[in-house]
């Protein structure tokens, strides 16, 4: 009995509401950046299970959006942590409750 | 496909992804989400896109973790208290979670197995980037070069 | 025993093997088969370390007009069973307020990554171990997997000369990850494909009458992009003149200050596989993988070429090191980010220019020019000297 693709799904969800666990419950930004990698990660999974499982699995279409999918990613890890360490280095503090001004 | 393999993986996977979320020292839940990517590249190499699994060790665990392991360096205190955790955001991801849940348990056609495919090779892939996806390419090469200066712009320290 | 039967003795062996299980179901003869694979690599190659380490020395040893190590067996060659016992039996010390689990888990991960990275090259024909579409892409992937492991190793240990050690460490690797990449570019785009095997099969063939055969390093562009390869890949495995991350007068030991015994171990084996790893790599998709180099010598196997041809890139590692102090840690990086990457791409576009050529002689000729341009613009514009500022002096009042 092989997987089906709601196993794939089930999976996937569940990295999500798990990336989004750790977007919304912790305080620390770096703690959130790594919960909206882990929602972009699992996104990318449903884009290539639906590919394999979907009607026509021989047009590349769920690869792609996946490969640029991770290349953009990267390209906001590397942005957003670049802004946690400008933040850090004006306001001495990675904590997002205190981040409450517009005027630095 | 086997079942062992894939339930394996999906063990691996989210047990590094609720230990990455949950974990109080910050430099153990970045080494544990490094273990649930490298879950979630098995998963593609399961699924048959074995150059997607490539690049997402490439660029997640090779680029981005790195990137996170190297921020949580330069943005470390000495009395490190990382704060309280909001149960309120448990609360949404359960309910998302529940949602989801329902929402594929309701759809009856995706019970149904895998359909054998040919395994898609590099070649086609660089190909179909080639004459299909020119447009987004170039996109996101002018993308990532905007990325690369603006992350620079952003540490640059300013010349006193 | 004919040519053939001698080339593929250790194929029949592997098939011999797996015929002594005649009907298991299909996963277990996959397993059995990696199984076997990864037996005969790390077995060949844990030879080849042992073998490497004692010949380093002796080989410095000469170069420095002295002997090596000659007293455990016959011209000292025991002396890595003498290194393996006294590493062992070393007291295995981690710092109190160290991390434990990443203090332990980052010896292993380092030396795991480097040994995945030996898995997907061809060492003869039909004798790659891992045959996947996207070979070296594999290879480059877990070869990028090892700064985190480099990290950790300077986070567990709770000291600051290791932390600063790591941190040097993985800017150098990233700089020269770039270079490294973007050398083999060239060669996946003559052949079209990712695989190491394809790649090794491209560079069969003779040309002018079997006397030159068609590897890559035999044109202008294979050339350039093998010596920035070599160089990448010296700076990859942290050897001088580029080993500011272990040099011992300067940051003790770097990340791997806080281990001892068998973990300090387990990091020269990574340091020594990590070099074998970019020189088989070097041979496959620049010095053509297992081919014979003279169409008249083509009866001798083709692993013994393999290794042939990775102990002279060994040889010329441990040279060297032998000959050349240590670069300065900004020279290095400016060195990747001004020279290598400008002459890397200048690869790309020449070996585009010779394929456009249809591998002629006027390609080759037009590919030699856009090299030679290229790097005797970028020799004079590269800053190497840098201007220093009047003296400035500060007392402690």
Redesign the interface.
């Known amino acids: 009995?092989?997987?089906?693709?709601?196993?794939?799904?089930?999976?996937s969800?569940?990295?999500?509401?798990?990336?989004?666990?750790?977007?919304?419950?912790?305080?620390?930004a770096?703690?959130i950046?790594?919960?909206i990698?882990?929602m972009l990660?699992?996104a990318?999974?449903n884009f290539?299970?639906f590919?394999?499982?979907g009607p026509q699995?021989?047009s590349?279409t769920?690869?792609?959006v996946?490969?640029?999918s991770?290349?953009?990613?990267?390209?906001?890890?590397?942005?957003g942590?670049?802004?946690?360490?400008?933040v850090?280095r004006h306001y001495?503090t990675?904590?997002v409750?205190k981040l409450d001004q517009l005027k630095g | 496909m086997s079942t062992a393999a894939f339930t394996v993986i999906a063990i691996l996977t989210l047990a590094g992804a609720l230990a990455a979320a949950s974990l109080p020292k910050l430099i153990h839940a970045a080494l544990c989400l490094v273990i649930a990517f490298v879950g979630i590249a098995a998963f593609f190499f399961l699924l048959g896109a074995e150059f997607v699994g490539l690049v997402q060790v490439f660029v997640y665990v090779g680029a981005v973790a790195v990137l996170i392991v190297f921020t949580i360096l330069l943005t470390r205190r000495a009395d490190e208290k990382t704060g309280g955790f909001n149960w309120g955001g448990v609360v949404i991801a359960i309910a998302v979670f529940a949602g989801l849940i329902w929402a594929i348990l309701q759809t009856p056609s995706l019970s149904l197995p895998a359909p054998l495919i040919e395994a898609l090779t590099v070649k086609r892939i660089g190909e179909v980037l080639m004459t299909d996806y020119i447009w987004p390419l170039q996109c996101v090469g002018l993308l990532l070069t905007a990325a690369l200066i603006g992350g620079l712009i952003l540490v640059m320290e300013e010349k006193p | 025993m004919t040519r053939e039967s001698v080339d593929q003795i250790f194929v029949s062996a592997k098939r011999w093997l797996l015929s002594l299980l005649p009907d298991a179901p299909d996963w277990v003869i996959q397993i059995a088969s990696s199984l076997i694979n990864i037996a005969a690599v790390l077995g060949a190659f844990m030879m080849l370390f042992a073998l490497i380490s004692v010949l380093e020395r002796k080989i410095l040893a000469r170069i420095q007009n002295r002997y090596g190590p000659n007293r455990v067996g016959p011209f000292g060659l025991f002396q890595p069973v003498a290194d393996g016992i006294k590493l062992l039996i070393k007291e295995d010390i981690v710092p109190i307020r160290a991390d434990k689990i990443i203090h332990f888990i980052a010896p292993i991960m380092i030396a795991a990554t480097a040994i995945l990275a030996l898995g997907v090259i061809p060492y003869g024909r039909n004798m790659t171990p891992f045959s996947i579409d996207g070979g070296i892409l594999f290879f480059f992937a877990v070869g990028s997997t090892t700064e985190l492991g480099v990290f950790m190793a300077g986070w567990g240990s709770n000291n600051k000369f290791s932390m600063l050690g790591a941190m040097r460490a993985i800017a150098q690797m990233v700089s020269y990850e770039l270079p490294l990449i973007i050398t083999v570019l060239p060669v996946i785009m003559i052949v079209g494909s990712l695989s190491a095997d394809a790649i090794v099969a491209a560079q069969e063939g003779y040309v002018l009458a079997g006397i030159v055969p068609r590897w890559f390093v035999f044109t202008p562009w294979g050339l350039a992009a093998f010596i920035l390869f070599f160089v990448s890949g010296l700076v990859e495995s942290n050897r001088t003149p580029f080993d500011v991350p272990e040099g011992e007068s300067e940051i003790v030991a770097g990340h791997m200050t806080e281990y001892s015994g068998f973990k300090y171990a387990n990091f020269f084996l990574a340091e020594y596989f990590g070099m074998f790893a970019v020189s088989g790599l070097a041979v496959t998709l620049f010095l053509g993988g297992w081919h014979a180099p003279l169409s008249v010598l083509q009866f001798i196997p083709s692993y013994i070429w393999f290794f042939a041809k990775l102990a002279v890139l060994l040889f010329v590692f441990i040279w060297i090191r032998g000959t050349l102090p240590r670069m300065r840690v900004d020279h290095v990086m400016g060195f990747a980010w001004k020279f290598m990457l400008p002459m890397a791409f200048t690869c790309i576009i020449a070996a585009a220019v010779w394929h456009y050529q249809r591998h002629g002689l006027a390609g080759w000729l037009w590919s030699l020019g856009v090299v030679s341009i290229i790097y005797l613009g970028l020799s004079r514009l590269v800053e190497t000297k840098k201007k220093f500022a009047p003296r400035t002096y500060r007392f402690a009042e």
């Open positions: 009995m092989s997987p089906t693709l709601s196993l794939f799904l089930i999976i969800a569940a990295l999500f509401s798990i990336g989004l666990l750790a977007a919304l419950s912790r305080r620390h770096i703690f950046l790594i919960g990698e882990l990660a699992a990318n999974l290539i299970a590919w394999r499982f699995p021989q590349p769920g690869v792609m996946a490969i640029f991770i290349a953009i990613a990267a390209a906001e890890a590397a942005v942590l670049a802004l946690v360490i400008a850090y001495r990675t904590s409750d």
